[in-house]
């Protein structure tokens, strides 16, 4: 199996460390003392918490590995390579071409979208679309609703 890159802004790269660290020094502590006070409850084959803290050592240890895998095959890129095109890092106004409501989204990796907070992949169909794109030109875009038209109202690094 080849490993597959991970595209992370250096602030993206911060957050993913800082998570795996976080992980590493409080959370394997934190499951290993709830495991520790559910064996206290009794026989391990019929005790609730016991399984339960498992579960969460589990996911605890699931987490870690995805992000040493992450970290091993992170690109970083850096946000002034883009040469006034969009790309990983760029901050793009759009305007809908329908309804004139303008927006604004953070082109990211796929690790690090997070839609709510306007930060949005590269290979998610906006971004996918708006990839190397420069002000003033309109991009296509297929929704669930249908095809949406957006006009790039500026791309800032």
Not at 6 to 18: E, F, I, M, R, S
Not at 49 to 60: C, D, L, P, V
Not at 81 to 91: A, H, L, Q, T
Request: charged share 30%; glycine share 10%; no cysteine.
């Amino acid at each position: 199996m080849r490993n597959q890159e991970t595209v992370l802004t250096p602030d993206g790269l911060k957050k993913v460390q800082a998570e795996l660290d976080e992980l590493k020094s409080v959370g394997r502590k934190r499951v290993a003392e709830r495991i520790r006070e559910a064996k206290q409850f009794g026989e391990i084959g019929e005790n609730s918490e016991y399984e339960a803290a498992k579960a969460e050592q589990a996911q605890t240890e699931g987490r870690i590995e995805t992000l040493q895998y992450l970290l091993q095959n992170a690109v970083i890129v850096d946000k002034h390579e883009n040469d006034g095109k969009v790309g990983i890092g760029s901050i793009v106004r759009l305007r809908d071409a329908d309804s004139g409501e303008e927006l604004h989204y953070e082109i990211v990796g796929a690790e690090e979208a997070d839609p709510a907070e306007h930060r949005i992949s590269n290979q998610s169909p906006l971004g996918e679309a708006l990839m190397g794109r420069m002000a003033g030109k309109t991009v296509k875009v297929k929704t669930p609703g249908g095809v949406r038209a957006y006009v790039i109202l500026s791309v800032d690094e």
